[in-house]
């Protein structure tokens, strides 16, 4: 089973700044979805920023203005740049793709990563 491999976590400050990444294997042929979720302890897991081949077409509320995704396709690799962090950003942060593993398979398939967990002190 392909995994995404996730980086970037850790603690941080209130008002600091915080990148993730998120790479797929250099094998995958294609990738159409690359997204960043979160999850906070008994809450459901959210949304929290999109990109469609390449172009930006989602952020939640929340990270509208503070969040900025991104992405190096030559590397199957997506960010999320987090600025201006408070606590409610506290959660484990998963990456998602949605993407074509095999030149032998043309399906495309939703790929995960490992999450990395994201908490900022008050």
């Known amino acids: 089973q392909v995994q995404l491999v996730e980086s970037g976590g850790g603690l941080v400050q209130t008002g600091g700044s915080l990148r993730l990444s998120c790479a797929a294997p250099?094998?995958?042929?294609?990738?159409?979805?690359m997204s960043w979720y979160r999850q906070a302890p008994g809450k459901q897991r959210e949304l929290v920023a999109q990109?469609?081949?390449?172009?930006?077409?989602y952020y939640s509320d929340s990270a509208r203005g503070r969040f900025t995704i991104s992405s190096d396709n030559a590397k199957n690799t997506v960010f999320l740049q987090m600025n201006s962090l408070t606590p409610e950003d506290t959660a484990v942060y998963l990456c998602n793709m949605d993407a074509r593993v095999s030149w032998s398979d043309a399906r495309y398939y939703s790929l995960w990563g490992q999450g990395t967990q994201v908490t900022v002190s008050s």
């Open positions: 250099e094998t995958i042929v294609a990738i159409n979805d």
């Open positions: 990109m469609h081949q390449g172009r930006v077409t």
